[in-house]
């Protein structure tokens, strides 16, 4: 898995959902994912090595989402609805490529 075509795949996941709001979401989600970038990394080596569940991973990677929509929401530049479907949008686009 490319790590860096992961996550433009996922901020390009979240424009669709944040479109006018974008350009002030967008630097904030961006040092949000790179600061992830070696716990994500990590669990996605674990899961693949056989050392982490795939239930535990799931688990771990709807925190994440959560983590980035509180995040989002305390920017307070967009409706709650729309960062929900835009991390969601965005979790699937890293779950479908880990799974």
């Known amino acids: 898995m490319n790590w860096d075509i992961?996550?433009?795949?996922?901020?390009?996941a979240m424009q669709q959902h944040l479109e006018k709001d974008?350009?002030?979401?967008k630097n904030a989600t961006a040092g949000f994912l790179?600061?992830?970038?070696?716990r994500l990394s990590k669990m996605h080596e674990l899961y693949?090595?056989?050392?982490?569940e795939k239930n535990f991973l799931y688990l771990r990677l709807?925190?994440?989402?959560?983590l980035l929509q509180?995040?989002?929401?305390a920017l307070a530049i967009t409706s709650i609805a729309a960062i929900r479907r835009a991390t969601r949008?965005?979790?699937r686009v890293l779950i479908r490529s880990i799974f």
């Open 6 to 12: 992961t996550i433009n795949d996922m901020l390009e």
């Open 48 to 52: 693949h090595t056989g050392d982490l």
């Open 62 to 66: 709807i925190e994440e989402e959560l």
């Open 70 to 73: 509180s995040e989002m929401n």
């Open 22 to 25: 974008w350009p002030k979401m």
């Open 34 to 38: 790179q600061q992830r970038y070696e």
């Open 89 to 91: 949008a965005a979790f």
